[in-house]
């Protein structure tokens, strides 16, 4: 079972592997063995928590303590697309 | 010499300059042109009557050497909403006229026989000058003879065809630092209210002005000083951060990730398609296209967000494509393509219209049989009917509501008339409330502001506990207070993380005035703002009852969450208290 991970902007170059599509994100899909939440995600590609602003989980805004499971999509922004209106957004981090 | 409040009557083609009434001492942008139309503009005249007045006033600090300070603002009672409006633009104009020491430009009265006029000011005055030989032409064009005529160091504002025509899509443009009118005071119709006065255009030329009078210059450097090093120092609003890499369309993956990113006239929240229009994709083109990028809109801004996009010959400037351009006339439509994008919101800017009601209204004409969705040429041909002055080009000016009941279409996103902005209230419930609730009908900069805890408004609980009716309040006072202030709101992201640079925005402004206001004090200037602009509404004819989403967002759940707009209504009218 695995989980897919969503790139975006400079978290790209996280990824060996990259899109043509300069706009669009890198699609990663990870094994979920050891993955329990967002911080196991990032972990696991080597991305510290201070280069990540929003995290999207199925859509939902969400924290570094987000549980994570099989067939999820977990979206990555870096810090400089911080542009939320993020009082808007309540964080999931459950 | 001190600051003056020019006067301008079309009715006698007069114009004088008065005193600044005490009362309006220590306001600028929207605290001044709302309580300039409160005053003067009765709440129950029609918007293009003659009684209807068009306002406009710089910000607090606009002209002086502070970082990303050149808005000006925009007032008057709306032609969409029948009520209060104040819209605003980043532009050298906005400086021109600050360094002229206007305080604020009332337009008065209607010109006789149907004629148009462009007013000219500079450091001798103001005078009115025949303008019919630009009636009915596309603003690109008439912008550069503007400048051919005029000297191109002069700043243009201008209404358009859609204007001529009483369209309440139709805004308030400025020249950008090339010169293209591309920055718009968009929402809510209000060149339609300055063409109704029979004023077409203004022409600023603010060689050997005078400048901005500093009360205080140590205050004033000391406070810049700390705004400047904020900006410079966050992710998002320094060199290279995401507003000058991306532009504001930097939020068109974010939010569509977020399944807030309205496709296809709110039928859903998210398209992998989106990224094709992202700020990133749009970066990229604009580099191997020849276009400019990053570009500040007005001199002195340190952010620079925005840009010049051209065709894919490097050809046809249109000037910047922002992200709720490139929502309404992209994602919003089901078109995927810069390029479809690019050239409606080059028509857009042609015509004097609103690209955020544009394509509001051109999504409910799709879903009404118009055109197809992601028909760029299609929506593009039903755009230019403005242009033809024909019957269909009347309703299309006129708007996403009055468009819908023409075309028997139900799903019309607005509030109070105006159409929703680019982020689904079903998916961002916070932002649902701030669009029922703020006198302007559905606006995103109305809420758009810094952190409840940083300000010291509203108590000092964690603003993601806050109840939605206090958060959306917080949030549209210290916008009101930003909008007044002549600071562009994306200063925001960096006095929100950096509490420094807040104290450098107060601090710039006692400098200016010579005041002690303090942090504190932003909420309730706020609020007097505010208040203002809530009697205005009640006296129009407003009641809670306009506070409310339209009914397909309150019960269609919107794909991917599957969310519907369910704050009750009790808790959006506590708000404002009633």
Not at chain 2, 99 to 125: F, M, P, S, T, W
Not at chain 2, 202 to 219: L, S
Not at chain 2, 372 to 393: C, N, Q, T, V, Y
Not at chain 2, 473 to 486: C, E, F, K, P, V
Request: charged share 20%; aromatic share 6%; net charge negative.
């Amino acid at each position: 079972m695995s989980v897919k991970v969503k790139l975006f902007g400079d978290l790209k170059k996280k990824s060996p592997q990259q899109t043509e599509n300069i706009g669009a994100p890198t699609i990663l899909t990870i094994e979920n063995t050891g993955i329990e939440r967002v911080m196991d995600v990032i972990n696991k590609l080597s991305i510290e928590e201070s280069e990540v602003s929003h995290i999207f989980v199925n859509h939902k805004y969400s924290g570094f303590r987000k549980s994570v499971k099989a067939g999820d999509t977990v979206a990555l922004f870096p810090t400089n697309m911080s542009l939320l209106y993020k009082w808007y957004y309540p964080v999931d981090n459950e | 010499m001190p600051k003056k409040i020019l006067r301008v009557n079309m009715t006698n083609l007069e114009t004088k300059y008065e005193d600044v009434p005490e009362a309006y001492a220590v306001a600028g942008g929207r605290g001044l042109t709302s309580a300039i139309v409160a005053a003067e503009v009765p709440p129950d005249c029609h918007p293009l009557g003659p009684s209807a007045k068009l306002v406009f006033a710089p910000g607090l600090v606009t002209g002086t050497k502070a970082p990303s300070c050149g808005r000006i603002s925009v007032g008057g009672k709306s032609p969409l909403t029948g009520g209060i409006k104040e819209a605003n633009a980043g532009t050298n104009f906005a400086h021109a006229i600050a360094k002229l020491r206007i305080a604020a430009i009332i337009v008065e009265g209607q010109a006789k026989g149907g004629d148009y006029h462009l007013l000219k000011i500079n450091k001798d005055g103001a005078e009115l000058i025949n303008a019919n030989k630009w009636a009915g032409k596309g603003l690109y064009d008439t912008y550069k003879q503007i400048l051919g005529e005029f000297g191109d160091k002069v700043n243009v504002c201008g209404a358009g065809i859609a204007a001529e025509i009483g369209g309440t899509m139709s805004g308030v443009c400025f020249s950008d630092p090339e010169g293209l009118p591309s920055r718009y005071a968009g929402r809510g119709g209000l060149g339609a209210v300055m063409a109704s006065r029979g004023l077409k255009f203004i022409v600023a030329d603010d060689t050997d002005a005078p400048g901005v009078e500093i009360a205080n210059q140590e205050v004033f450097s000391a406070g810049i000083k700390k705004l400047v090093n904020a900006l410079a120092a966050h992710d998002v609003t320094k060199p290279g951060g995401g507003l000058s890499s991306f532009g504001t369309a930097v939020l068109v993956n974010i939010i569509n990730e977020a399944g807030g990113l309205p496709q296809r006239n709110f039928s859903a929240g998210s398209d992998d398609r989106s990224a094709n229009i992202s700020g990133e994709t749009k970066a990229e083109e604009i580099k191997k296209r020849g276009g400019v990028r990053p570009h500040a809109c007005n001199t002195g801004c340190v952010i620079r967000c925005s840009e010049v996009w051209v065709n894919p010959k490097g050809k046809e400037p249109v000037g910047v494509l922002e992200y709720e351009s490139v929502w309404a006339l992209g994602a919003n439509c089901g078109i995927y393509n810069l390029d479809d994008v690019g050239e409606l919101n080059r028509a857009c800017n042609d015509l004097g219209v609103d690209t955020i009601e544009a394509g509001d209204t051109l999504a409910v004409a799709m879903e009404g049989g118009l055109a197809d969705f992601g028909d760029g040429k299609g929506a593009l041909k039903l755009l230019e009917e403005i242009r033809k002055k024909s019957p269909l080009g009347r309703i299309i000016a006129n708007g996403t509501e009055f468009t819908g009941r023409a075309l028997g279409v139900w799903r019309i996103p607005t509030v109070k008339g105006q159409g929703l902005p680019a982020y689904d209230p079903r998916a961002i419930k916070g932002i649902g409330v701030t669009y029922a609730t703020t006198p302007m009908g559905a606006d995103h900069t109305a809420g758009y502001a810094i952190a409840t805890e940083i300000m010291g408004i509203g108590g000092q609980a964690d603003p993601r506990d806050t109840k939605k009716s206090d958060l959306s309040r917080n949030l549209q006072l210290a916008t009101a207070a930003i909008d007044a202030s002549g600071y562009c709101l994306f200063i925001a992201f960096a006095v929100l993380d950096i509490p420094e640079g807040l104290e450098g925005v107060v601090e710039s402004i006692n400098g200016v005035y010579g005041t002690s206001l303090t942090v504190n004090d932003i909420g309730p200037i706020g609020q007097g703002i505010i208040d203002t602009e809530l009697k205005f509404n009640k006296a129009a004819g407003f009641t809670t009852a306009d506070d409310r989403l339209p009914e397909f967002l309150r019960t269609e759940p919107v794909p991917p969450t599957n969310e519907v707009f369910d704050v009750p209504d009790d808790e959006i009218d506590k708000v404002w208290g009633s």
